[in-house]
């Protein structure tokens, strides 16, 4: 093998892939990246059994062929050369990177020896919005579950697709994100669940300001994500994902009305005094042109105010500062409609016209202040 292409680009695409590679699994060859010559081009793959990508990028192929090199190392090399052009040649499994005056002799892994990535060919297909699918991922991944101590299947971004209509899904057990929007869709009814990490890794290579459409191939164990100029294949996840239908109070007995920003400044303001987000809730009193935040620590107590809109029963529930800031930032709407249902009941975040998104978040109990 032996090509010539950008420096830049390589270490662009480098840097990208190598976020699918293995870091825990000790088999040196999914430790790399596969390289790819073919015509004009250079393939290169990140792939670690449950989560790859791939990209292609121009280059000059003086003589295709293929070969896994170590992605650190590689990533490393191509970090510190300056000049505009590299060049990287094979003989068997040496490798020679030559940049400038810069010239690096290393040993690569045989590419017969890499694992073929799953293949959804003859999945079903769909084009997404990509400026769409951003905000609506950055609406609902926030409540999608770190670590697998509840749920396996919470760990995965939830997505519903129905005539004209896409729905996320985000959950932890301790607050729910729901986002929906019209979309040009005239397919079957499916249901389908990618993994956080997928997610995450999905809007790092999203352009915000493109727009091209985000093509996605659903099989029955994996999927592929193509965006701009690279694919990504995860698996899915199985399990019974929560009834997020039922899930939602349909009683509702306080109405809430307020600015997004002067909640956010609102409840900010008690983070200074709390030790423990899970030992020291904030205690919220929603009544007739109020809603009141305090909280109380072995480091002090702070109380602070701000103007709301509130009909129905007063109300005083405690939350978790973090969750109920995360769901105001998710917002995208200057005002939210803030829903409760006692000071037990999960409290629901809406916008004020419509449901395009709707953030659940289950209360804490109090203690006397005193």
Known sequence: MKFTCST?????ACNNVIRAVSTKVTIPTIK???MECSNDTLSLTGYDFEFGINTIIEANVSEIGEIVIDAKVLCDILRKLNDENVSIETNGTAVSIISGAAQYNIT?????????????????PLELNQQLLYSMIMQTVFAVADTENSKPVYTGLKFDMAKDELTLVGVDGYRLAIRKEKVNYDGDEITFIVPKKTIRELIKLMNTESDKNVSVSIGKRHIVFEVENYSIISRLLDGEFLDYKSAV?????????????????CIERTLPVIENNQKNPIRCLF?????????????GRVVDYTNANTSGDRVEIGFNSKFMLDALNAADTDEVRIELAGPV???KVMPIEGDSFLFLVLPMRLKNEN
């Open 287 to 299: 009544e007739g042109d109020q809603m009141r935040v305090s909280t109380v620590s072995s480091l």
């Open 8 to 12: 830049k680009e390589l270490n662009t």
């Open 249 to 265: 109070p349909k009683v509702i007995s306080t109405t809430v009305l307020i600015n997004t920003n002067r909640a956010v400044d």
């Open 32 to 34: 790399g990246i596969l």
């Open 108 to 124: 690569g892994i045989d590419a017969e020896d890499y694992p073929e990535l799953p293949s959804v060919n003859g999945g079903f």
């Open 345 to 347: 009941s999960p409290v």
